[in-house]
């Protein structure tokens, strides 16, 4: 079975600021991806980033990249010149694939981030 | 082009009693997954479908919960004998198969038992 940690619960940084959030996980697969999922307020649940655990390249979207350390099993996500629509819950997840489909997600508890004015 | 919707989005219901709750995948999607989300347990895997494969129940906490997906398209979880401890949000999502696996997520309903 995999886990997924997140160790930060909340946190709160200014506006135009850069912020990380971590992420660990534990799996003995192979075969998988990393995503970072944002919910804001209004329940939607929005596709952030995702990482292919066999690409050493690290994913970059926009303001949003990833520091993707696989040997330590880290995942964090980094939120550069920050606004304040970024407000919102994230969450770290991990999916293992094969030939034949995926399996459910596996979510890390959260980290509120608050984006001040 | 429409996303994955899931009705009603809100439920209360009195403890006892039986509810379904309804989602309709992006059209095209071979895959479903439901989810649930409650404050004490975070988000939970409960059940996937893919085209017409015998689905995963691996994650259902119980007998009382199934579901069901007609046709490859629209799903339907259901609580038997609702207990006060199934309140939660209930979350749904579809995918396409071998595209990254990219999970689209619905709005979620928000399941009260009261």
């Known amino acids: 079975a995999q886990t997924v940690t997140q160790s930060q619960p909340e946190m709160s940084v200014q506006e135009a600021e850069t912020v990380t959030l971590s992420c660990t996980y534990d799996?003995?697969?192979?075969?998988?991806?990393l995503f970072w999922y944002k919910q804001p307020p209004s329940r939607q649940m929005i596709l952030v980033i995702r990482?292919?655990?066999?690409?050493?390249q690290n994913a970059t979207e926009n303001r949003f990249s990833v520091n993707f350390q696989k040997a330590a099993k880290s995942f964090s996500l980094k939120i550069s010149d920050s606004q304040l629509g970024d407000t919102a819950m994230y969450f770290c997840?991990?999916?293992?694939?094969?030939?034949?489909?995926?399996?459910?997600?596996?979510f890390g508890k959260g980290t509120h981030l608050i984006i001040q004015p | 082009g429409a996303g994955v919707s899931q009705s009603p989005s809100n439920k209360v219901t009195e403890k006892g009693k039986d509810v379904e709750l309804r989602c309709d995948p992006i059209?095209?999607?071979?895959?479903l997954y439901w989810y649930r989300q409650s404050l004490g347990q975070g988000l939970e895997f409960l059940i996937y479908f893919q085209g017409n494969s015998a689905p995963d129940k691996s994650g259902l906490p119980s007998d009382r919960f199934s579901a069901e997906r007609t046709g490859g398209s629209v799903s339907t979880l259901t609580i038997q004998r609702t207990q006060q401890e199934d309140s939660a949000v209930y979350l749904c999502a579809s995918s396409l198969i071998g595209i990254a696996y990219e999970q689209y997520f619905g709005p979620g309903t928000r399941l009260t038992v009261t």
């Open positions: 997840a991990f999916m293992r694939y094969s030939g034949g489909g995926a399996d459910g997600l596996t």
């Open positions: 799996t003995s697969e192979s075969n998988y991806y």
């Open positions: 059209s095209g999607h071979t895959a």
């Open positions: 990482q292919e655990a066999y690409k050493q």
